[in-house]
């Protein structure tokens, strides 16, 4: 079982980039499991035909007696669904949050239980602290991607994720593969994140171009890979897939 933990400024796109990762697996016949790691849970819209999934924290307010299949959902080409949720809002700690959703998939042996090839991780990157650092640290994800575009504050963010990473991997939790570049076309965008990628000493993986279909694809509440699985951008897609799991 292959696990990674993708981050990103939130707005950046990186729910999108990894719900169409784990359709673009899926559709080479991996069982991938995604879990979201952010209070919004919204990760896997596009992989349930647009409709929020329960959460496992919200499941666990809920319910006295939790079952696994309360909390992972099936979606779009049979990924397996998971969002941790978040506190009710205004009282709680978002990061503590997704340490409870963990810890609750464990408990119920989700991951022996389903078995997949591959669990990615969807991990809000604005902040790197306990909570959120979880995939990081607690042994749960062996190599760390973040996505980011060449606006400033994304970048800002990929340098704090990356920071946050190599601090973690000394001692011995998970690695830093490198960035997705998810392009927002705006001026000397390439040569923006190219010097971040050598300043955090690190490389680009794959550079994915802008392209409407994404959001015609969203639109239907899908993916690019399911809705237009012929597409440059669904090449585009399970070329990524090629890139971190080949």
Do not use: W
Not at 174 to 184: D, H, P, R, T, Y
């Amino acid at each position: 079982m292959k696990k990674i933990a993708i981050y990103g400024k939130g707005g950046i796109g990186k729910s999108t980039t990894v719900s169409n990762l784990s359709a673009a697996l899926a559709s080479k016949g991996k069982k991938v499991m995604q879990i979201g790691c952010d209070p919004k849970a919204d990760s896997t819209r596009n992989l349930t035909q647009g409709v929020k999934i329960p959460t496992v924290l919200d499941v666990l307010r809920e319910k006295d007696k939790v079952e696994l299949k309360d909390i992972v959902t099936q979606g779009d080409l049979g990924v397996l669904c998971v969002e941790a949720g978040g506190p009710v809002p205004g009282v709680g700690c978002a990061g503590r949050g997704i340490i409870t959703a963990f810890e609750k998939l464990e408990e119920l042996h989700a991951y022996e239980i389903h078995k997949p090839d591959i669990v990615i991780y969807d991990v809000l990157g604005d902040v790197v602290c306990g909570g959120f650092a979880m995939p990081i640290r607690g042994g749960y994800a062996e190599e760390v991607c973040i996505v980011t575009s060449g606006e400033m504050m994304s970048l800002y963010a990929a340098s704090n994720i990356a920071y946050a990473v190599k601090s973690f991997g000394k001692r011995g939790y998970a690695s830093l593969k490198g960035l997705i570049f998810n392009a927002k076309n705006i001026e000397n965008e390439e040569e923006l994140v190219t010097n971040a990628a050598k300043e955090i000493e690190t490389n680009i993986i794959h550079k994915i171009e802008r392209n409407p279909l994404v959001q015609k694809a969203e639109d239907a509440g899908k993916t690019v890979v399911s809705a237009f699985p012929e597409s440059d951008m669904a090449k585009e897609y399970r070329k990524l897939a090629d890139l971190l799991f080949g």
